[in-house]
């Protein structure tokens, strides 16, 4: 007499029409209201703190970039004092209080100062480096909104495919149970069945662990929640890639890769560096000017009370350094050991690219 194996199927349960057009429709209105990959990348610009961080640190890199113009432009200072002051002397003569006032309005415009124009130079570059590392940024985002997407296509795939595995071996199972009662399969056949059908539920578990983990991946990315990724369309036509040739690939990223192209700003920018620090051997020329009003007692015998004076000045300001402790020689051989570094990093970048 053989041994009755626990039946271990899932129940079946015939869905009434009703449900079932019901079902129909739910599924309809989901795949109506999945998002494309591109509607999911523009929600993932708006929300990844990653993206949105590279967006601030460019803005802020071409505010930046911006003050070193401030060295080219003129610069316009007011200033205003007041002094209060009591003397004492022996005879009681000159005894008494006096209080002064001014005002000074100063303004100086830069005409020779080669420094100040290369660090513009530099900033105009280094709007480009700002430019490259948010276009990395973004081509970042790109691959990983990719992959949380298909990520998530994937594993329903994989799911469908389990559970559509499920569905027949618990066929198999079905039928070694039947065979086992009749007594055409020894129970070694029926238990071998069983733990087939057995495995294949553990691994419906683990589809359905892996496809919920790959949603709340994606969800975060976006900052939605429920997202249903489109299907893709079959039969999927590709383009052919144009060019074909791997080398032309290999020129172009070479040149306009963003990684490329920050180490290629990088060691321009190096290179005027070593330019501003020999420039510290040049003089410097300003245009001055100043306009001061004061209110004081008057220091002329026989007149008394305040006097104001008005005075005005323009002028040029010339400056040449002599000596400056070594500073700017070891200066300069810092900047050209930093130069060459910057075209060891270019190197470095062509060749990871």
Known sequence: MHA??????????RLHPLVLA????????????????????????????????????YDANLAQSAQARAGLLPEVGLGAGANWSRRDSNNNLLDGTSNSQNVTLSASQPLYRPANK????????????AQAQLTQAEQDLIIRTSQAYFDVLAAQDTLT????????VAEQLAAARRNFEVGTATVTDAREAQASFDLVVAQEIASENDLRVKRLALDQLVGRSGVTPRPLAAPVNLPPLQPAEPQAWLERAGENHPTVLQARRNLEIAQL???RAEAGHKPTLDLVGQYQVSRA????????????????????????????????????????????KARADLESARRGV
């Open 297 to 340: 007692p008057s220091s002329i015998q026989g007149i008394p009370g305040n006097v104001r004076n008005n005075n005005a000045s323009v002028g040029l300001q010339f400056n040449l350094p002599l000596f400056a402790g070594f500073a700017i020689q070891n200066r300069v051989k810092q900047t050209l050991a930093l130069e060459e």
């Open 161 to 168: 495919f389990v559970r559509a595995q499920k569905t027949a």
């Open 4 to 13: 009755a194996l626990p039946d271990r199927r899932p129940a079946r349960r």
């Open 273 to 275: 560096e070593t330019q």
């Open 118 to 129: 290369l660090a513009n130079y530099q900033a105009q570059l280094s709007i480009d480096i």
């Open 22 to 57: 019901a079902c129909l429709a739910l599924g309809g209105m989901s795949a109506a209201q999945a998002q494309s990959l591109a509607e999911l990348f523009e929600a993932a610009r708006g929300y990844d703190a990653t993206y949105l961080a590279a967006r601030s640190q």
